[in-house]
């Protein structure tokens, strides 16, 4: 995925009401842009550190700036939240991960019952539906997820288990938006149901894709799958 307009660079000053984040640009000013990460965004916060935003599309949005990336530990951390799914359906769409290449028909947001799966991927031997998930958290080398309670994950998890019982190929995606990390798991002291329902899920056949990708102010690109550990 390329960032279509030249980010603008500065400096964390910080981020309050979960949305809103203050930034202090190069040339001195200091500007409020929109964070998308609605989490706690635990060990992506640092008050000072270089930050990227990216200008607003709409000239009547309310915050001019949506922030896209900290550098922590000399390595960028992708912050917005919106951008997984795209870069998802692009890396399933050009084969770019290993074991999600070789659908010919992807489709982005696809109604299954009374939900919505982030992506569905098809070709003349079977259909396969993919959940997306965002994750920033680091714990020493883990990237672990989520970052706070999430009752609509859990649900989107229950979803991929009766896909799986009927007999479709089920995937469960993970793009962790940082490279300081090595292995993938869930954070069960935070959020132990939606630890558990992930463990029911792998023993159902739903897969586990967790794939990290390189964050730069110019793109965000597929790196490599990594492993993961469920007894966390």
Known sequence: MKFDTPLIHGYLIKRYKRFLSDIKLDDGSIVVAHCTNSGSMKTCIEEGAEVYLSPAKDPKRKTRYTWEMIKL????????????????????????????????????????????IDIMAQNDRETCFIEVKNVTMKDGE?????????????????????????????????????????????AGDIDPDYANTLREAWKEGVEIIPVRVKVTPNDIVIDKELPFDLSL
């Open 142 to 186: 883990y990237a672990r997820f989520p970052d706070a309670v999430t009752t609509r994950g859990k649900k989107h998890l229950d979803e991929l288990i009766q896909l799986k019982k009927e007999g479709i190929r089920a995937v469960m995606l993970y793009v962790i938006q940082r490279s300081d990390v090595s292995v993938f798991a869930p």
């Open 73 to 116: 530990n000399n390595k960028w951390v992708g912050i917005n939240t919106s951008h997984p799914n795209l870069i998802a359906f692009e890396a399933v769409k050009n084969g770019e991960i290993d074991k999600l290449a070789g659908y010919s028909h992807v489709q982005r947001e696809v109604r299954v019952g009374n939900s919505r």
